[in-house]
């Protein structure tokens, strides 16, 4: 079983305006993603801070996994991926669901992984 994509649908879902005509996007898609993504989302999250003891680099953990949910998404409906600024115009009802939904999302893949581990074990694989 292959969870390398996972869909859903959101309640209100984001405004497309195609030729004059405004049409709602709720068919989302989640994508796994690569080490670079990752890394990149990583990146993103972290700041240089002036603090007493100097500079320090400071990572925000909802910047990351505002990221990492980000990048995790492949489309909604007819748009390819997903950006802040697209992201920025969901309802709050439709960014819980695409938070709670990744989070169910990887814990199929995790659950997935451990089966595998478990698999391999049995075999004598590390």
């Known amino acids: 079983m292959n969870q390398?994509?996972?869909?859903?649908?959101?309640f209100d879902g984001i405004a497309l305006e195609i030729d004059g005509e405004t049409t709602y996007q709720k068919?989302?898609?989640?994508?796994?993603?690569?080490?670079g993504e990752i890394f990149n989302?990583?990146?993103r999250s972290e700041e240089v801070r002036k603090t007493a003891d100097g500079y320090e680099l400071i990572v925000s953990p909802t910047k990351l996994s505002r990221e990492i949910v980000r990048l995790s998404?492949?489309?909604?409906g007819e748009i390819d991926g997903?950006?802040?600024?697209?992201?920025?115009?969901?309802?709050s009802k439709d960014l819980e669901l695409l938070y709670a939904k990744h989070?169910?999302?990887?814990?199929?893949?995790?659950?997935?992984l451990q089966k595998r581990l478990d698999e391999?074990?049995?075999?004598?694989?590390p």
């Open 27 to 35: 068919q989302v898609e989640f994508k796994a993603l690569t080490a």
């Open 82 to 91: 997903l950006s802040l600024a697209v992201m920025g115009k969901m309802t």
């Open 103 to 112: 989070e169910e999302w990887q814990g199929m893949d995790n659950a997935i």
């Open 120 to 125: 391999a074990k049995k075999l004598g694989k």
């Open 73 to 76: 998404v492949r489309r909604v």
């Open 4 to 10: 390398s994509k996972y869909t859903f649908e959101l």
């Open 41 to 43: 989302a990583q990146d």
